[in-house]
């Protein structure tokens, strides 16, 4: 299962090149390098420390597979903000708004998991707890984007065909069964118990089913047209307004004067005008 894991990602790594995506999605891009590139250099690290004469090894292994683990739930954070971005790609006022709140839940995020960390181990095993708690914040980030784009899929005029959609469902059902995996197994579980070959078989289902968005044709985004009464167009106008201070414009300040002065100004003029008027008719 683990080969197939490997083939999977690199014919999906060769399909999202090959298409051109990874300018659309980078940050996806470098995930699926990073998948192809480590996932043949763990696998030979743990063969070789499984061994009697290997386990000094064990170290390079544990160092590389956290040091991958962690710069994934890096990539993860960046990949969350190219589907946002691309599923309110039609609403530009919405997406700067929304872009400026999801920057502060990620530094939010990142500042409650390393102060929700114990600091218990020292040494290198607190490389684990950083990792782990890492990303157990950007799969909870992951979660609320597909449930964000379920939501709203008809509002944003977003496909189920949609590439954004069916990165953001991957990785949904990848965090999914992070979760209920860490729930119902212990930290350090062996590589053959029955719950790994069910986790493994939902990570093989994301695969394939990126393999599969890549495949179909994607659906060309139709220009979002709504009533200008609509809810989500005037949102988008004040979230556009938001930030911009325009022209400026000088407001007469009023004097500090009593009612009963101006009223005997007005009054004033309008005698004045009409003794004008009198002394050019006579």
């Known amino acids: 299962m683990s080969a197939a894991e490997f083939l999977l990602s690199a014919v999906l790594g060769f399909m999202f090149w090959k298409k051109g995506l990874h300018r659309r999605f980078p940050a996806m891009g470098a995930?699926?390098?990073?998948?192809?590139?480590?996932?043949?250099?763990l696998s030979v690290l743990l063969i070789i420390q499984s061994q009697p004469w290997g386990r000094n090894y064990f170290i390079p292994y544990f160092l590389v597979f956290w040091a991958v683990y962690i710069a994934s739930a890096g990539l993860l954070f960046f990949i969350c903000m190219?589907?946002?971005?691309?599923?309110?790609?039609?609403?530009?006022?919405?997406?700067?708004?929304?872009?400026?709140?999801?920057?502060?839940?990620?530094?939010?995020?990142?500042?409650?998991?390393?102060?929700?960390?114990?600091f218990a181990h020292g040494g290198l095993q607190i490389i684990p707890d950083v990792g782990i708690a890492l990303m157990r914040s950007v799969s909870l980030l992951e979660l609320c984007l597909l449930a964000f784009l379920c939501l709203c899929m008809n509002a944003l005029r977003l496909s189920v065909r949609d590439l954004a959609f069916g990165i953001s469902l991957g990785f949904?059902?990848?965090?999914?069964?992070?979760?209920?995996?860490?729930?119902?197994?212990?930290?350090?579980?062996?590589?053959?118990?029955?719950?790994?070959?069910?986790?493994?078989?939902?990570?093989l289902v994301s695969l394939g089913t990126w393999v599969a968005y890549c495949a179909?044709?994607?659906p060309v985004r139709k220009p979002l047209v709504m009533p200008v009464n609509s809810t989500i167009y005037r949102w988008n106008e004040i979230a556009s307004a938001l930030g911009h201070t325009g022209t400026q414009v000088a407001v007469p300040q009023p004097a500090n004067s009593f009612f009963l002065t101006d009223v005997e100004?007005?009054?004033e003029k309008v005698l004045n005008r009409n003794l004008k008027r009198r002394e050019s008719e006579s």
């Open 82 to 118: 190219e589907v946002f971005r691309s599923a309110l790609s039609t609403l530009p006022g919405l997406l700067k708004f929304g872009i400026v709140i999801f920057r502060w839940a990620v530094l939010v995020s990142v500042i409650v998991t390393f102060s929700t960390i114990s």
């Open 265 to 267: 100004n007005v009054v």
């Open 172 to 203: 949904g059902v990848m965090s999914s069964n992070d979760f209920v995996f860490a729930t119902l197994t212990a930290r350090f579980a062996s590589l053959t118990a029955p719950l790994q070959f069910v986790y493994e078989s939902l990570i």
């Open 31 to 41: 995930y699926l390098a990073l998948r192809v590139v480590s996932a043949p250099i």
């Open 216 to 218: 179909l044709p994607e």
